[in-house]
Each structure stands twice: as C-alpha cells, then as structure tokens.
C-alpha cells in the first residue's frame, strides 16, 4: 500500500503523512519545497516513527513524476502541491495556472501512462464563489470570483471529464471549508512565509507576540456580530477526511468513479467569537482593531455536511477550542516556525 501525497512538507500534506503512515500506508512526499521546509518530514518521523520516502520535483514535471510512481510503485496519489493564495493569484494569475492547472495536468497524464488511476485532490469551498443559500451543498453552482478558484474549478472539471472517459479511474475531489490548528503535539503545524493572509495563522501570531494586533476586515456585515463568518474545521479531522475518501476509492464502481464532497463541520464562526475561544486557549488577550472590509470576502460561509456523513462515513470531531488549544500548542513551541528548528 505505497501512496504519493503531492505537496506532502506543506501545512495539510504533512498532517496527511501522518495520518495515512499511522494507518499502515508507505508514503511517498513530492514536493518542491517551494513553500516548505524539510524540517516538517523530520517532524513526521518523531511523532509516527516512520520517515516518509522524500523525492524532491515539481509537479510540472511529468517525466520525474512518472518515475517517482514506478520507483515506489504506488497505488495512488493525494493531490495537496499547488499554489494557495487569493490576493497574490489575481496579482500573478499565469503561476496559478502554471502550478495548479499544468501542474496537475502533468500529474494525471503521468498517472496515466504508468496506470495508476486512484486520486484525491485538494479542491476549496472557494469553487462555489458567493452563496446562494447556506448551508452550501455540493449541488450549489460554481462560480468562483479570483483566479484562484478558478483554477481549482478548471481542475474540477479536467477531474470529471478524465473519470468519464475511462471507466479505470477513482476520484475522489475534496472540498476544503477553512482549515486551521495543529497537530496535538506541537510538531506539526501551519508555517506561513512573511504575512499570514489568514484569519487564524494571523491571530496566532499576535499570540506569540510577532505581531502587534489583529485587524478584523469589516465589522458591518449581516451577520449576528457585525464580522464574517466561516467553518473552521481542524486539520487532523481534515485529513482523517482524507482516509475515508481514499478508501472510498476502491468502492466505487465505474460508472460512478468520481466524487464531490465538503470537508467542514457545518458550523460558522465568526471573527470575534475566533478572537474569544483563541484567548480562552492561550489564556491572554488577543488586541484587534476593526478596520474596513477585505475585497473579495464574502459575509457568510459553512458546509452542509450531509454528503460527507453519508457517503463517507466521516464527519469533523475536534471543536473550535481543540483548534485554538492546538495551534497555541504548536505556535509557542515553534514561535518562529519550522525555520528556526532547521537553522
Ligand atoms: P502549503 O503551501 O502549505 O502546501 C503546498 C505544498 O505544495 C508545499 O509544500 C509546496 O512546497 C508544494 N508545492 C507547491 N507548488 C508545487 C509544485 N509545482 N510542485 C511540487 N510541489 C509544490 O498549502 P496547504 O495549506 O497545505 O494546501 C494544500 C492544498 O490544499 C493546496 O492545493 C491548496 O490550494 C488546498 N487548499 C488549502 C486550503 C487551506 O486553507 N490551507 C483551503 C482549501 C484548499
Ligand atoms: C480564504 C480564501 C479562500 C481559501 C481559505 C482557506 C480569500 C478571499 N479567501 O478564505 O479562498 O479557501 O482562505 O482557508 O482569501 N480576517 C480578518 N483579519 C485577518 C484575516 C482574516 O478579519 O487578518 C477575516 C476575514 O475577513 C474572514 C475570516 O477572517 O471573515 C476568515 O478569513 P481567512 O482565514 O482569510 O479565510 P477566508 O477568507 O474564508
């Protein structure tokens, strides 16, 4: 049971490491480091005992890839490597398209040519754009907003169109809500380069004293607190997700060998109430300043989580403190990331 995880030093990759050695997997990490340091692999070892293979690549690189999957002989491949961030992808829309678009398609067509079918891949609630209606289910319709998105729907869309030509194929397509928290150890956890674009990694940076205060993006929008609202869902129930949908793979039959499904809890928060459980779990208080909205947000966002439950068995079991407990954890015993560790 040998599996390529794609991306697999990042922040989700890396927790997915965990969680598929832990259940017997040989796991394999490409990755190009881009965003990531090796220091996490380490860190994978001391809490599982098992170092996972590490081939060095870029997923563009289909001659490389195809190599790495006859080497390993791998059974199938979690998709994580791509690029993330919203602002920076409308500032640089063609490395998004190159990283996220071509990159996977060199992945499948290197599927493909040595007959490996089985995949996971990394999508976002970022493909279904402004709500309709809440709770989102996988039937809303799909419309992101930044390019982005818009690249994790082009790759939605090769996904089904691949599985339809060719009855071989299983995949699997994850919808992530917002992902945040830490490993319980404190070994593992999300690892910013420069300014965190997110609500949590931010906050907990203000925690650890590396930034002075938070600013809270609008605080007039129609929600019960004036501040957007969103599903956070705690990595480790995140990539546990994962499992289930793998092993969902071989389940299915071939008329039906793709599937969409959310990964959240189907409970939204909002930016104070983050603010509030983050200080009950540090025990300090968090400043914050409300200032204007952030272009491009959104004022509400959570998961219908039916699919999930049914379909694959799984639903989210950590709440809002275990996610702020643990990226407490992880952020004062890494108060400068895995960076100082590999210095
Ligand atoms: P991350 O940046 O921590 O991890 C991505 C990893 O992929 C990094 O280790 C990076 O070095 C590697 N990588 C990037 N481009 C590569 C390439 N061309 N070839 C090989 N490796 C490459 O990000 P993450 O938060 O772990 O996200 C993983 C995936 O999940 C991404 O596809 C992201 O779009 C998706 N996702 C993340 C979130 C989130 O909030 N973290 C939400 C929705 C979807
Ligand atoms: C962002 C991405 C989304 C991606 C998700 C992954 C945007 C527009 N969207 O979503 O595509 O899938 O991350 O987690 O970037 N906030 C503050 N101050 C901050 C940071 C955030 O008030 O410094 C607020 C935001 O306005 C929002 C909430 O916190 O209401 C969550 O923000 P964030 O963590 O960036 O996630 P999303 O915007 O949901």
């Known amino acids: 049971m040998s599996i390529l995880i794609t991306g ?52 563009r690189d289909q001659a490389a890839l195809e190599t790495v999957l006859k080497r390993h002989d791998c059974d199938g491949v979690i998709h994580f490597a791509g690029l993330k961030a919203v602002g920076e992808s409308s500032q640089d829309p063609l490395s998004y398209y190159d990283n996220n678009v071509i990159g ?20 976002s609630a970022t493909v279904y754009g402004e709500p309709k209606s809440l709770p989102l289910t996988e039937e809303h319709s799909l419309n992101p907003v930044n390019p982005y998105g818009r690249t994790k729907l082009i790759v939605e869309d090769m996904l089904r169109d691949l599985a339809a030509s060719n009855p071989a194929w299983r995949v699997g397509v994850l919808r992530y809500f917002n992902p945040v928290g830490a490993h319980s150890s404190g070994l593992l956890g999300e690892d910013p380069q420069g300014v965190p674009n997110n609500l949590m990694p931010f906050i907990a940076q203000v925690a650890v004293g590396r930034r002075k205060q938070l600013s809270v993006f609008g605080g007039d929008y129609p929600t019960r607190d004036g501040t957007g609202v969103r599903d956070y869902i705690h990595v480790v129930d995140l990539v546990e997700g994962h499992l289930r949908a793998y092993e969902k793979l071989s389940a299915l039959g071939s008329s039906e060998n793709c599937f969409s499904v959310n990964l959240g809890t189907g409970n939204g928060y909002s930016v104070l109430e983050m603010i509030r459980a983050f200080e009950r779990g540090a025990n300090q208080p968090i ?7 952030r272009e491009g947000d959104v004022s509400e966002f959570y998961a219908d989580t039916q699919k999930a439950t049914e379909f ?19 952020v004062r015993k890494n108060p400068g990331g895995y960076k100082s560790a590999s210095d």
């Open 287 to 293: 400043p914050f300043e409300i200032v204007a909205r």
């Open 104 to 123: 996977t398609h060199r992945l499948l067509s290197a599927m493909s040519a040595v007959g490996t079918h089985r995949l996971i891949f990394s999508s």
């Open 312 to 330: 694959l068995a799984w639903s989210a079991e950590r709440d809002l403190d275990d996610m702020c407990s643990d990226t407490w954890n992880w």
């Open 8 to 59: 697999g030093a990042g922040y989700l990759g890396s927790h997915c490491c965990v969680s598929f050695i832990e259940r017997g997997y040989d796991v394999v990490v490409f990755d190009n480091l881009r965003n990531s340091n090796p220091e996490a692999l380490r860190r994978i070892e001391a809490i599982t005992g098992k170092m996972p293979k590490f081939e060095q690549g870029d997923v």
